[in-house]
């Protein structure tokens, strides 16, 4: 959603939005409710995230009027902004996750942002090969 939206603060709230229905959707996936304490820690980095959002934003905006970028390489820089915020997401989500969950995860078990951004990298190069052929 950030890579469609022209607005920092739009952008901002979206990822705020997001990030806390994905909190939410997460305590009621495993019936618990949250401290306040885990609640201020995650809330921590959902404002993270929205200034991480608005910066990349702000960044991406002047970068691209700076550099005269054409059609292709403003896509592309929303794209990266989009990719990059979402990987942000996926890293709140995993610990929130954590906070959530009632049973520690196994070290064998524990899902990793490593693994999340082999996956997705292994998506795009599929996309990639498929769209070349």
Same mark, same amino acid.
């Given at each position: ?17 997001r ?31 929205? *200034? ?6 702000? *960044? ?36 929130a ?37």
């Open positions: 959603m950030v890579a469609v939206s022209p607005l920092t603060l739009v952008d901002m709230a979206l990822v705020a939005w990030s806390l229905a994905m909190i939410n959707r997460l305590c009621r996936l495993y019936g618990l409710e949250l401290s306040f304490i885990s609640r201020l820690r995650l809330f921590r980095s959902v404002l993270y995230q929205m *200034a991480f959002a608005g910066a990349s934003e702000l *960044a991406t905006d002047a970068g691209m009027d700076m550099l005269s970028l054409d059609v292709a390489g403003r896509i592309s820089a929303r794209a990266s902004q989009g990719l990059a915020t979402g990987l942000l997401s996926a890293r709140l989500g995993l610990r996750q954590r906070l959530c969950r009632p049973l520690v995860f196994t070290p064998e078990q524990q899902p990793r942002m490593a693994d999340l951004r082999q996956d997705l990298w292994r998506q795009i190069r599929r996309l990639d090969t498929q769209r070349s052929t």
